[in-house]
């Protein structure tokens, strides 16, 4: 099988020649630089200056000889910026700035800190639904943002990979956090709801304007839409089921809608974090063919449980390894027991597509990503047989 056949196969629901590996298609399945520049080491690959694709989360640019070392099988891309942004990285002390195409200040220690944080959001003052809709939004359609897209999609599916297109930006949730704060935003959805609803639906506008330009641009090849937002934490969703399905539901729904309307042909990838069990039949309902990631370290998210439940309905990308302990801190015998754990959960029927719990963040040492690359490998040479999961350790307990 070609890397798209085998992906198109999986989201089919039928089991490939080996399970889907992804590293780096998305902002949310990529590889911080410091991890990258560790793994090129590993690898004996040559040095090179690492590229960033995602400024906020430090995400690299993996270069093609790590996806043939790695032996990768999706490929993606992303719109540019509007054309009257441009990045300006500023010092002053201790911090390095930067303010992105929505008006959103973040800094990071600048003696080489890790990400940029959330420190300056332009609608905290915001007083009325009014001022919200007169912001200055950034053009989502504008033809600069496309430029060469098609050329890379078309490179792309003629190299025989599946092709995934991003979006401007994350969801509700996020956005609203981000441009109102955090405190303002929750405030917002809990006593002055016209603000919230207000901002919700600014950020959908502008996201269907996008897709219907981007579909129109480059709808006949893709293969996955990348959408998301962050309704998790680690015990629970960050907001009552209720209020998600009065402010958020119905707003996604529409977007959703949009989307299929304009590519019924391709499967529609949504990212959220944490504990989301509670509304993934709320999720599946409105249009969501791919969940990513599984955060199997979360309330409720065990990964034998959901396939049992949702593997019908829907396609794991992601949940192969949890980044929040084992990756990070296990050692490479536990890594591929931790593999082997999930692929014997999510593999069996198709519907799973490697990939870890979220990027593979700064602290993870090379020998566990590698360890994690064998040991998928080793599942893929038991010919669809289960693995055998021999404990090490704490890891395998939650």
Not at 365 to 383: G, K, Q
Request: net charge negative; proline share 7%.
């Amino acid at each position: 099988m070609t890397p798209r056949q085998r992906l198109l196969a999986t989201l089919a629901h039928t089991e490939p020649d080996r399970i889907p590996f992804d590293l780096s298609s998305t902002p949310v399945t990529g590889i911080h630089r410091v991890a990258y520049q560790s793994l090129r080491e590993a690898l004996a690959l040559p040095q090179r200056d690492v590229e960033i694709f995602h400024l906020m989360q430090q995400l690299a640019v993996v270069h093609d000889d790590v996806h043939v070392a790695l032996r990768t099988d999706v490929r993606g891309s992303r719109p540019l910026p509007p054309t009257g942004w441009r990045l300006e990285l500023q010092v002053d002390g201790d911090y390095e700035y930067y303010t992105d195409d929505w008006g959103i200040t973040r800094r990071r220690i600048a003696d080489d800190g890790h990400y940029f944080d959330l420190c300056g959001s332009p609608l905290a003052n915001a007083g009325s639904p009014q001022d919200i809709d007169s912001y200055d939004w950034p053009e989502p359609a504008e033809p600069p943002r496309f430029q060469g897209l098609r050329a890379r999609a078309e490179a792309i599916r003629d190299a025989g990979f599946p092709f995934v297109l991003g979006g401007i930006c994350p969801g509700m949730m996020e956005m609203g956090q981000w441009l109102r704060g955090f405190d303002n935003f929750y405030c917002d959805l809990a006593a002055d709801r016209p603000m919230a609803e207000a901002l919700c639906d600014q950020i959908i506008r502008l996201k269907l304007e996008y897709w219907s330009y981007a579909l129109r641009e480059v709808g006949d090849l893709v293969d996955v839409i990348q959408e998301g937002d962050d309704y998790g934490g680690q015990q629970a969703l960050q907001v009552h089921p209720d209020l998600w399905r009065e402010v958020f539901k119905p707003r996604l729904r529409q977007l959703l809608t949009g989307i299929k309307a304009d590519a019924p042909h391709a499967a529609l990838f949504f990212h959220s974090c944490g504990a989301v069990r509670d509304i993934l039949p709320d999720l599946i309902e409105v249009g969501v063919d791919i969940l990513n990631p599984v955060q199997v370290s979360a309330t409720g998210m065990d990964s034998a449980q959901l396939k049992s439940e949702f593997g019908d309905d829907l396609v794991f990308w992601g949940g192969g390894v949890d980044t929040q302990h084992v990756l990070p801190t296990g050692t490479p015998a536990q890594v591929a027991d931790e593999v082997r754990r999930r692929v014997d959960d999510f593999a069996p029927g198709g519907g799973f597509v490697f990939n870890a719990v979220h990027n593979i963040q700064a602290d993870v040492p090379a020998a566990n990503i590698l360890a994690m690359r064998a040991a998928l490998d080793e599942c893929t040479e038991a010919s669809h047989d289960p693995c055998k999961v021999a404990s090490e350790g704490p890891f395998r307990t939650y």
